[in-house]
Protein backbone atom coordinates (compact mmCIF):
# COMPACT_ATOMS: atom_id res chain seq x y z
CA UNK A 1 0.00 0.00 0.00
CA UNK A 2 1.07 3.45 -0.70
CA UNK A 3 2.23 5.61 2.23
CA UNK A 4 0.30 8.50 3.13
CA UNK A 5 2.27 11.69 2.49
CA UNK A 6 3.69 13.53 6.06
CA UNK A 7 1.05 15.18 8.30
CA UNK A 8 0.85 19.59 8.29
CA UNK A 9 2.17 20.33 11.61
CA UNK A 10 -0.69 23.10 12.87
CA UNK A 11 -3.86 21.71 13.11
CA UNK A 12 -7.33 23.94 12.54
CA UNK A 13 -8.29 25.05 16.41
CA UNK A 14 -11.84 24.15 15.27
CA UNK A 15 -12.00 22.02 12.33
CA UNK A 16 -16.09 23.13 12.28
CA UNK A 17 -16.90 24.27 8.71
CA UNK A 18 -20.02 22.47 7.97
CA UNK A 19 -22.71 23.97 6.03
CA UNK A 20 -24.97 23.83 8.65
CA UNK A 21 -25.38 23.72 11.50
CA UNK A 22 -22.31 25.69 11.65
CA UNK A 23 -19.85 26.16 13.94
CA UNK A 24 -20.76 27.70 17.12
CA UNK A 25 -19.49 31.12 17.89
CA UNK A 26 -16.07 31.25 19.41
CA UNK A 27 -15.84 31.13 23.10
CA UNK A 28 -19.01 29.09 23.06
CA UNK A 29 -19.53 26.88 25.74
CA UNK A 30 -22.84 25.27 27.02
CA UNK A 31 -21.75 26.76 30.38
CA UNK A 32 -22.20 30.02 28.87
CA UNK A 33 -25.91 29.63 28.23
CA UNK A 34 -28.07 31.42 30.36
CA UNK A 35 -30.12 28.97 31.59
CA UNK A 36 -32.94 30.82 34.23
CA UNK A 37 -35.72 30.51 31.41
CA UNK A 38 -35.76 26.32 31.47
CA UNK A 39 -38.28 24.66 33.13
CA UNK A 40 -40.09 27.83 32.84
CA UNK A 41 -43.52 28.66 30.66
CA UNK A 42 -42.49 30.24 27.30
CA UNK A 43 -45.32 32.12 28.29
CA UNK A 44 -44.40 33.60 31.61
CA UNK A 45 -43.28 36.85 32.16
CA UNK A 46 -39.49 35.43 32.21
CA UNK A 47 -39.88 33.56 28.67
CA UNK A 48 -41.60 36.48 27.05
CA UNK A 49 -38.86 38.61 27.84
CA UNK A 50 -36.04 36.60 26.58
CA UNK A 51 -37.97 35.96 23.31
CA UNK A 52 -38.21 39.61 22.75
CA UNK A 53 -34.70 40.32 23.52
CA UNK A 54 -33.78 37.56 21.00
CA UNK A 55 -36.18 39.30 18.69
CA UNK A 56 -34.24 42.99 19.62
CA UNK A 57 -31.26 41.59 19.02
CA UNK A 58 -31.93 40.20 15.82
CA UNK A 59 -33.75 43.38 14.71
CA UNK A 60 -30.49 45.27 15.62
CA UNK A 61 -27.89 43.20 14.41
CA UNK A 62 -29.95 42.87 10.79
CA UNK A 63 -30.29 46.70 10.62
CA UNK A 64 -33.94 45.93 10.02
CA UNK A 65 -35.93 49.33 9.62
CA UNK A 66 -38.87 49.92 11.43
CA UNK A 67 -41.14 48.80 8.89
CA UNK A 68 -40.52 44.83 8.91
CA UNK A 69 -41.70 42.77 11.52
CA UNK A 70 -39.69 39.87 12.58
CA UNK A 71 -41.06 36.85 14.49
CA UNK A 72 -39.38 33.19 15.33
CA UNK A 73 -41.55 30.38 14.14
CA UNK A 74 -41.25 26.79 13.91
CA UNK A 75 -39.75 24.45 11.65
CA UNK A 76 -36.10 26.00 11.14
CA UNK A 77 -35.90 27.94 7.82
CA UNK A 78 -37.62 25.27 6.00
CA UNK A 79 -40.75 26.12 8.27
CA UNK A 80 -40.35 29.53 8.01
CA UNK A 81 -40.46 29.90 3.84
CA UNK A 82 -43.23 27.23 3.89
CA UNK A 83 -45.37 29.15 6.28
CA UNK A 84 -45.09 32.49 3.93
CA UNK A 85 -45.55 30.39 0.79
CA UNK A 86 -48.84 28.49 2.16
CA UNK A 87 -49.86 31.88 3.44
CA UNK A 88 -49.19 34.19 0.84
CA UNK A 89 -48.90 32.46 -2.77
CA UNK A 90 -51.86 32.05 -4.98
CA UNK A 91 -52.90 35.66 -5.07
CA UNK A 92 -51.01 36.07 -8.30
CA UNK A 93 -48.56 34.18 -10.53
CA UNK A 94 -45.32 33.33 -8.91
CA UNK A 95 -41.72 33.08 -10.69
CA UNK A 96 -39.55 30.77 -8.77
CA UNK A 97 -35.90 31.15 -9.42
CA UNK A 98 -33.39 28.21 -8.84
CA UNK A 99 -29.82 27.73 -9.32
CA UNK A 100 -29.55 24.92 -7.06
CA UNK A 101 -31.17 22.42 -4.49
CA UNK A 102 -32.55 24.73 -2.21
CA UNK A 103 -33.97 26.83 -4.92
CA UNK A 104 -35.64 23.93 -6.21
CA UNK A 105 -36.96 22.72 -3.40
CA UNK A 106 -39.44 25.52 -3.45
CA UNK A 107 -39.69 24.79 -7.61
CA UNK A 108 -41.31 21.82 -6.36
CA UNK A 109 -43.53 22.85 -3.22
CA UNK A 110 -45.10 25.64 -5.86
CA UNK A 111 -45.19 23.26 -8.53
CA UNK A 112 -46.47 19.93 -7.19
CA UNK A 113 -47.51 20.72 -3.84
CA UNK A 114 -49.45 24.06 -4.09
CA UNK A 115 -49.92 23.24 -7.98
CA UNK A 116 -49.36 27.26 -9.14
CA UNK A 117 -47.79 26.67 -12.27
CA UNK A 118 -45.29 28.75 -11.49
CA UNK A 119 -42.82 30.06 -14.30
CA UNK A 120 -39.18 28.32 -13.50
CA UNK A 121 -36.27 30.41 -13.69
CA UNK A 122 -33.15 28.09 -13.79
CA UNK A 123 -29.49 28.00 -13.97
CA UNK A 124 -27.22 25.38 -13.64
CA UNK A 125 -24.73 25.02 -10.67
CA UNK A 126 -22.10 27.58 -10.08
CA UNK A 127 -24.19 29.62 -12.39
CA UNK A 128 -26.81 32.63 -11.67
CA UNK A 129 -29.99 33.35 -13.76
CA UNK A 130 -30.64 36.48 -16.01
CA UNK A 131 -31.97 37.98 -13.46
CA UNK A 132 -33.05 41.57 -14.93
CA UNK A 133 -35.95 39.63 -16.91
CA UNK A 134 -38.20 38.16 -13.91
CA UNK A 135 -41.37 39.73 -14.28
CA UNK A 136 -42.58 41.51 -11.15
CA UNK A 137 -46.11 41.42 -11.91
CA UNK A 138 -45.59 38.16 -10.05
CA UNK A 139 -44.24 37.17 -6.65
CA UNK A 140 -40.64 36.11 -7.30
CA UNK A 141 -39.38 33.45 -5.15
CA UNK A 142 -35.48 33.16 -4.77
CA UNK A 143 -32.24 32.17 -2.31
CA UNK A 144 -30.30 34.94 -1.45
CA UNK A 145 -27.25 32.47 -0.96
CA UNK A 146 -27.37 28.72 -2.53
CA UNK A 147 -25.76 27.19 -0.05
CA UNK A 148 -25.39 23.77 -2.17
CA UNK A 149 -23.65 25.72 -5.17
CA UNK A 150 -21.80 28.68 -3.35
CA UNK A 151 -23.84 31.18 -5.96
CA UNK A 152 -25.41 33.82 -4.12
CA UNK A 153 -26.78 36.73 -5.23
CA UNK A 154 -24.47 40.10 -5.45
CA UNK A 155 -27.36 42.77 -4.36
CA UNK A 156 -31.11 43.24 -4.26
CA UNK A 157 -30.14 45.78 -7.08
CA UNK A 158 -32.30 43.55 -9.73
CA UNK A 159 -35.20 43.81 -7.31
CA UNK A 160 -37.48 46.67 -8.45
CA UNK A 161 -38.63 49.06 -5.82
CA UNK A 162 -42.26 49.71 -7.95
CA UNK A 163 -43.07 45.76 -8.17
CA UNK A 164 -46.52 44.52 -7.93
CA UNK A 165 -45.40 41.05 -6.78
CA UNK A 166 -43.48 40.25 -3.51
CA UNK A 167 -40.41 39.36 -3.44
CA UNK A 168 -39.68 36.07 -0.94
CA UNK A 169 -35.73 35.30 0.10
CA UNK A 170 -34.82 32.65 1.28
CA UNK A 171 -31.62 33.83 3.03
CA UNK A 172 -30.71 31.27 5.37
CA UNK A 173 -26.93 31.76 4.49
CA UNK A 174 -26.92 35.54 3.75
CA UNK A 175 -28.36 37.18 6.72
CA UNK A 176 -25.13 38.50 8.59
CA UNK A 177 -23.20 37.73 6.00
CA UNK A 178 -24.50 40.40 3.81
CA UNK A 179 -25.67 43.82 3.55
CA UNK A 180 -29.28 43.51 2.90
CA UNK A 181 -31.33 46.25 0.96
CA UNK A 182 -34.68 45.52 3.18
CA UNK A 183 -36.59 47.73 1.43
CA UNK A 184 -36.34 45.53 -1.47
CA UNK A 185 -37.76 42.07 0.48
CA UNK A 186 -41.60 41.82 1.72
CA UNK A 187 -40.64 38.58 3.28
CA UNK A 188 -37.15 36.72 4.22
CA UNK A 189 -36.71 34.02 6.44
CA UNK A 190 -33.40 32.07 8.30
CA UNK A 191 -32.82 30.14 10.86
CA UNK A 192 -29.76 30.58 13.74
CA UNK A 193 -27.73 27.62 12.68
CA UNK A 194 -26.17 29.10 10.01
CA UNK A 195 -24.10 32.28 10.50
CA UNK A 196 -25.01 32.62 13.94
CA UNK A 197 -23.53 29.02 14.79
CA UNK A 198 -26.87 28.71 16.87
CA UNK A 199 -29.45 25.45 16.83
CA UNK A 200 -31.76 24.53 14.19
CA UNK A 201 -35.32 23.77 15.16
CA UNK A 202 -37.09 27.48 14.78
CA UNK A 203 -37.18 29.67 11.88
CA UNK A 204 -37.50 33.28 11.59
CA UNK A 205 -39.34 34.88 9.33
CA UNK A 206 -38.91 38.09 8.31
CA UNK A 207 -41.89 40.79 6.63
CA UNK A 208 -42.00 43.86 5.67
CA UNK A 209 -45.44 45.84 4.85
CA UNK A 210 -46.55 44.61 1.79
CA UNK A 211 -46.33 40.98 3.05
CA UNK A 212 -48.76 41.87 5.70
CA UNK A 213 -51.32 43.20 3.56
CA UNK A 214 -51.28 40.42 1.50
CA UNK A 215 -51.77 38.32 4.46
CA UNK A 216 -54.84 40.69 5.72
CA UNK A 217 -56.26 40.43 2.78
CA UNK A 218 -55.55 37.64 0.87
CA UNK A 219 -56.66 33.49 1.95
CA UNK A 220 -55.69 30.90 -0.02
CA UNK A 221 -57.14 28.42 -1.49
CA UNK A 222 -56.07 25.26 0.70
CA UNK A 223 -55.99 24.53 4.28
CA UNK A 224 -53.36 25.82 6.50
CA UNK A 225 -51.95 23.43 9.82
CA UNK A 226 -51.71 25.76 12.79
CA UNK A 227 -48.12 26.11 12.84
CA UNK A 228 -48.43 28.24 9.51
CA UNK A 229 -51.23 30.30 10.58
CA UNK A 230 -50.22 34.21 11.05
CA UNK A 231 -53.62 35.75 10.61
CA UNK A 232 -56.70 35.20 12.86
CA UNK A 233 -59.94 37.36 12.15
CA UNK A 234 -58.13 38.57 9.25
CA UNK A 235 -55.95 41.00 10.84
CA UNK A 236 -51.98 39.38 11.42
CA UNK A 237 -51.35 37.84 14.60
CA UNK A 238 -48.68 40.60 15.76
CA UNK A 239 -47.99 38.13 18.71
CA UNK A 240 -45.93 36.25 16.85
CA UNK A 241 -43.64 39.40 16.38
CA UNK A 242 -43.38 40.37 20.00
CA UNK A 243 -42.24 36.78 21.27
CA UNK A 244 -45.52 34.91 21.44
CA UNK A 245 -44.80 32.27 19.40
CA UNK A 246 -47.22 30.13 17.61
CA UNK A 247 -46.87 27.13 19.22
CA UNK A 248 -43.66 25.93 22.24
CA UNK A 249 -40.49 26.62 21.61
CA UNK A 250 -37.07 25.72 22.60
CA UNK A 251 -35.88 27.95 24.81
CA UNK A 252 -32.71 26.76 25.40
CA UNK A 253 -31.67 26.91 21.37
CA UNK A 254 -33.08 30.49 22.40
CA UNK A 255 -30.91 31.15 24.99
CA UNK A 256 -28.07 29.86 22.55
CA UNK A 257 -29.63 32.07 20.10
CA UNK A 258 -28.89 34.96 22.62
CA UNK A 259 -25.15 34.18 23.32
CA UNK A 260 -24.96 34.42 19.41
CA UNK A 261 -26.22 37.49 18.99
CA UNK A 262 -24.46 38.67 21.92
CA UNK A 263 -21.34 37.93 20.80
CA UNK A 264 -22.34 39.51 17.24
CA UNK A 265 -22.64 42.72 18.99
CA UNK A 266 -19.65 42.51 21.21
CA UNK A 267 -17.81 42.44 17.62
CA UNK A 268 -19.47 45.48 15.91
CA UNK A 269 -23.01 43.62 14.65
CA UNK A 270 -23.22 42.98 11.20
CA UNK A 271 -20.32 45.08 10.03
CA UNK A 272 -18.37 42.64 12.47
CA UNK A 273 -19.81 39.63 11.14
CA UNK A 274 -19.74 40.61 7.46
CA UNK A 275 -15.84 41.66 7.97
CA UNK A 276 -15.35 38.13 9.38
CA UNK A 277 -16.94 36.20 6.87
CA UNK A 278 -14.99 37.96 4.17
CA UNK A 279 -11.93 37.39 5.94
CA UNK A 280 -12.35 33.95 5.78
CA UNK A 281 -13.75 33.40 2.23
CA UNK A 282 -10.55 35.87 1.29
CA UNK A 283 -8.26 33.32 2.96
CA UNK A 284 -9.88 30.32 1.02
CA UNK A 285 -9.67 32.60 -1.78
CA UNK A 286 -5.96 32.54 -1.66
CA UNK A 287 -5.68 28.92 -0.71
CA UNK A 288 -7.63 28.05 -4.14
CA UNK A 289 -5.63 30.71 -6.43
CA UNK A 290 -2.42 28.28 -5.18
CA UNK A 291 -3.64 25.50 -6.30
CA UNK A 292 -3.93 24.18 -9.94
CA UNK A 293 -6.18 21.44 -9.36
CA UNK A 294 -8.86 23.28 -6.66
CA UNK A 295 -11.22 25.52 -8.34
CA UNK A 296 -14.83 27.59 -7.34
CA UNK A 297 -17.67 26.15 -8.35
CA UNK A 298 -19.28 29.75 -8.79
CA UNK A 299 -18.08 30.92 -12.09
CA UNK A 300 -18.65 34.96 -11.20
CA UNK A 301 -16.80 36.29 -8.26
CA UNK A 302 -19.25 38.92 -8.48
CA UNK A 303 -21.79 36.37 -7.06
CA UNK A 304 -19.39 33.67 -5.50
CA UNK A 305 -20.79 33.27 -2.06
CA UNK A 306 -18.55 34.32 1.45
CA UNK A 307 -20.23 32.04 3.70
CA UNK A 308 -20.70 28.30 1.89
CA UNK A 309 -17.72 28.64 -0.71
CA UNK A 310 -18.12 25.50 -2.58
CA UNK A 311 -14.81 24.34 -4.44
CA UNK A 312 -14.09 21.53 -7.84
CA UNK A 313 -11.50 19.60 -6.90
CA UNK A 314 -9.29 17.92 -10.25
CA UNK A 315 -10.49 14.41 -10.96
CA UNK A 316 -13.73 14.64 -8.16
CA UNK A 317 -15.79 11.90 -8.09
CA UNK A 318 -18.77 10.76 -5.57
CA UNK A 319 -16.09 8.23 -4.19
CA UNK A 320 -13.30 10.70 -4.05
CA UNK A 321 -14.50 13.30 -2.32
CA UNK A 322 -16.28 10.63 0.17
CA UNK A 323 -12.78 9.95 0.80
CA UNK A 324 -11.14 13.06 0.99
CA UNK A 325 -13.60 14.40 3.85
CA UNK A 326 -12.89 11.21 5.70
CA UNK A 327 -9.52 11.40 5.78
CA UNK A 328 -9.52 15.06 7.39
CA UNK A 329 -12.55 14.14 9.78
CA UNK A 330 -11.00 11.53 10.95
CA UNK A 331 -7.47 13.33 11.17
CA UNK A 332 -9.85 15.84 13.72
CA UNK A 333 -8.51 18.71 11.06
CA UNK A 334 -11.58 19.58 8.98
CA UNK A 335 -15.41 18.00 9.52
CA UNK A 336 -18.27 17.89 7.12
CA UNK A 337 -16.44 19.14 4.42
CA UNK A 338 -17.94 17.25 1.10
CA UNK A 339 -20.10 18.90 -1.03
CA UNK A 340 -24.05 18.36 -0.91
CA UNK A 341 -25.23 15.36 -1.81
CA UNK A 342 -27.23 16.95 -5.25
CA UNK A 343 -24.27 18.87 -6.35
CA UNK A 344 -21.52 18.39 -8.45
CA UNK A 345 -18.53 16.31 -6.54
CA UNK A 346 -16.82 19.17 -4.33
CA UNK A 347 -15.93 20.19 -1.45
CA UNK A 348 -18.09 22.85 0.74
CA UNK A 349 -16.37 25.14 3.41
CA UNK A 350 -18.00 27.16 5.50
CA UNK A 351 -16.86 30.81 5.63
CA UNK A 352 -19.34 32.17 7.92
CA UNK A 353 -18.32 34.57 10.89
CA UNK A 354 -18.03 31.65 13.38
CA UNK A 355 -15.17 30.57 11.81
CA UNK A 356 -11.81 31.88 12.61
CA UNK A 357 -9.61 32.91 9.62
CA UNK A 358 -6.44 31.44 11.29
CA UNK A 359 -8.06 27.76 11.39
CA UNK A 360 -9.07 28.42 7.77
CA UNK A 361 -5.68 29.07 6.44
CA UNK A 362 -4.31 26.13 8.22
CA UNK A 363 -6.57 23.75 6.55
CA UNK A 364 -5.11 24.69 3.32
CA UNK A 365 -2.23 22.26 4.09
CA UNK A 366 -4.39 19.72 5.46
CA UNK A 367 -6.03 20.05 1.79
CA UNK A 368 -2.99 19.55 -0.06
CA UNK A 369 -2.36 16.61 2.16
CA UNK A 370 -5.81 14.87 1.86
CA UNK A 371 -5.58 15.30 -1.77
CA UNK A 372 -2.09 13.75 -2.08
CA UNK A 373 -3.92 10.63 -0.15
CA UNK A 374 -6.58 10.20 -2.48
CA UNK A 375 -4.53 10.63 -5.68
CA UNK A 376 -1.74 8.47 -4.57
CA UNK A 377 -3.21 5.22 -5.24
C1 LIG B 1 -30.60 27.97 1.23
C2 LIG B 1 -31.17 27.03 2.23
N1 LIG B 1 -32.50 26.94 2.37
C3 LIG B 1 -33.05 26.11 3.27
C4 LIG B 1 -32.30 25.31 4.07
C5 LIG B 1 -32.96 24.42 5.07
O1 LIG B 1 -32.72 24.95 6.31
P1 LIG B 1 -33.30 24.30 7.64
O2 LIG B 1 -32.74 22.92 7.73
O3 LIG B 1 -32.78 25.24 8.70
O4 LIG B 1 -34.76 24.31 7.54
C6 LIG B 1 -30.91 25.36 3.97
C7 LIG B 1 -30.07 24.48 4.80
O5 LIG B 1 -28.92 24.22 4.53
C8 LIG B 1 -30.34 26.24 3.04
O6 LIG B 1 -29.02 26.32 2.91
Redesign the pocket.
Known amino acids: MTELPARPGIKPARPHFS ?2 PCAKPPGWTPEKLDTQVLGRSHRSKIGKTRLQYAIDLMREMLKLPETHRIGIVP ?7 EMAMWTMLGARPVTTVAW ?1 S ?2 E ?1 WVTDAAKQLKIDPTIVRADYGQLPDLTQLDWSNDVLF ?6 SGVRVPNADWIPADREGLSFA ?5 VFAYDIDWDKIDVA ?3 W ?2 VLGGE ?1 GH ?1 VLILGPRAVERLETYVPAWPLPKVFRLVSKGKLAEGVFKGETINTPSMLAVEDAIFALEWAKSIGGADGLIARSDANAAALGKIVEDRPWLGHLAADPASRSTT ?1 VCLTVQGADEAMIKKFAALLEAEHAAYDIAG ?1 RDAPAGLRIWCGATVDTADIEALGPWLDWAYASVTAA
Open positions: SGGSDTGAFEFGGTWNGTTDATSATFSQKGGSY
